[in-house]
Nanobody
Framework: QVQLVESGGGLVQAGGSLRLSCAASGRTFSGYTMGWFRQAPGKERKFVAA????????YSTDSVKDRFAISRDNAKNTVYLQMNNLKPEDTAVYHCAVGVSWTRSSSGYDYWGQGTQVTVSS
């Protein structure tokens, strides 16, 4: 059974940093894309960043790209999201996802974690 378990969320002041982790288990993830999405209250889930098995990454916007960094440790089946200079608008539940597609679309991901709350106070 595939499981994705996120950690590292919390409450931080604007301008602060957090590092999210997501550990995947239950199968071999060789060649899979790993990504992060976020969902703010009352809004739809949105793409944040993704990274291929070989380390190529994409981000949702230039603002995210300038402040966030996605990385992965294939030996540990773990993906990370380093978030710096956090802003109140970054407040959301952050979900990791794994899939065979290289895409920003949530429909391209096969497995999802339960999410970790990130709250940024002004």
């Amino acid at each position: 059974q595939v499981q994705l378990v996120e950690s590292g969320g919390g409450l931080v002041q604007a301008g602060g940093s957090l590092r999210l982790s997501c550990a995947a288990s239950g199968r071999t993830f060789s060649g899979y894309t790993m990504g992060w999405f976020r969902q703010a209250p009352g809004k739809e889930r949105k793409f944040v960043a993704a990274i291929t098995w070989s380390g190529t990454s994409i981000y949702s916007t230039d603002s995210v790209k300038d402040r966030f960094a996605i990385s992965r440790d294939n030996a540990k089946n773990t993906v990370y999201l380093q978030m710096n200079n956090l802003k109140p608008e970054d407040t959301a539940v952050y979900h990791c996802a794994v899939g065979v597609s290289w895409t920003r679309s949530s429909s391209g991901y096969d497995y999802w974690g339960q999410g970790t709350q990130v709250t940024v106070s002004s």
